[in-house]
DNA sequence: ATTCTATTTTAGAATTATTCTAAAGTATTG
DNA sequence: CAATACTTTAGAATAATTCTAAAATAGAAT
């Protein structure tokens, strides 16, 4: 295993990791990137805090669950991840912060995406006087067939 | 004043209302009856179980938390509320149990209806297999303008 | 490299919304 | 009116999340 002159793979996704964080104004730390790693590395994921803290604790790295929760909302004000709220007790987390929508089993806490294109939503009203629209979300709300 | 023969519209109400509640298998108490007279008798409204708790203390009924809590779950079971979950800390609780939509401003605490008729929601995918929908909600998420 | 300073992490306490428990109270039935 | 099942409630308990202030660390400056 050759030290000098290359870099590894894992190495490698964390340099592209740690300029992602750096241009978000994050420095990356090693409780970022071992987060981030985990969050970005593999398509589009939904966690929670909770969720997130027992994973990384399972590969690894140490870190506080407030940790989680402070990374998760800076991520989150970065512009990394999205805010999920489906759910009254627990707040999910979305690695795809583009255009879409979800399925959602409470039943399973089973969170899904739909892709936003496709899916149209018309008759709309306007946003209330003094209000703009930011976002329209669609929940299609799922229960276990009997 | 009379009292006899006749029945004044506050004990009409009630009296309808003990109706309704009898038929959802409630009993109608005290505490029921005055929470559903807060709820029922005038249009559409969205409350917290905090927020109708205060609004009771006021009104003079005299009733505890617990009891807020476990009556509006005790309608929602009974398909006389609905809840509705568009903030992360509190659960809304909906007069409204018809087909419609939400306007949520956060940052002013605002919850309002978007009735149901009017807006389409097309090419969204079908339930995954072994699930089946069990409703489709829209969220319009608001802020106020700069 | 070493030092400095601002940023970050963290343990643990605190907060908030909500649920639970078990004892006391009340509506309905007989 | 007495019996019984259902309700209410005070207060403890729980769960998710946030706060606090002290210890650690990254990046800049020397």
């Given at each position: 295993?050759?030290?000098?002159?290359?870099?590894?793979?894992?190495?490698k996704?964390?340099?592209g990791?740690?300029?992602?964080?750096r241009?978000?104004?994050?420095?990356?730390?090693?409780?970022r990137v071992?987060?981030g790693r985990l969050?970005?590395?593999n398509?589009?994921r939904?966690?929670?805090?909770e969720?997130?803290?027992?994973?990384?604790?399972?590969?690894?790295?140490?870190?506080?669950?407030?940790?989680?929760?402070?990374?998760?909302?800076?991520?989150?004000?970065a512009?990394?991840?999205?805010?999920?709220?489906?759910?009254?007790?627990k707040?999910?987390?979305?690695t795809?912060?583009?255009d879409?929508?979800?399925?959602?089993a409470k039943?399973?806490?089973?969170?899904?995406?739909i892709?936003?294109?496709?899916?149209?939503i018309d008759?709309?009203?306007?946003?209330?006087?003094?209000?703009e629209?930011?976002?329209?979300e669609?929940?299609?709300?799922?229960k276990?067939?009997?």
């Open positions: 295993m050759r030290s000098t002159g290359s870099k590894t793979a894992a190495s996704a964390s340099a990791l740690a300029q992602r964080l241009e978000a104004g994050l420095r990356p730390t090693r409780q071992a987060l969050l970005f590395t398509g589009d939904h966690v929670t805090a969720g997130l803290h027992l994973e990384a604790a399972k590969s690894g790295a140490e870190l506080s669950l407030a940790t989680v929760y402070n990374t998760l909302h800076q991520f989150t004000s512009g990394l991840l999205r805010q999920v709220i489906v759910d009254g007790e707040t999910y987390f979305d795809n912060i583009g879409h929508h979800h399925f959602y039943d399973r806490e089973m969170l899904m995406d892709p936003g294109d496709g899916v149209s008759g709309l009203p306007k946003a209330p006087a003094g209000m629209i930011e976002r329209v669609v929940v299609v709300r799922l276990s067939r009997a």
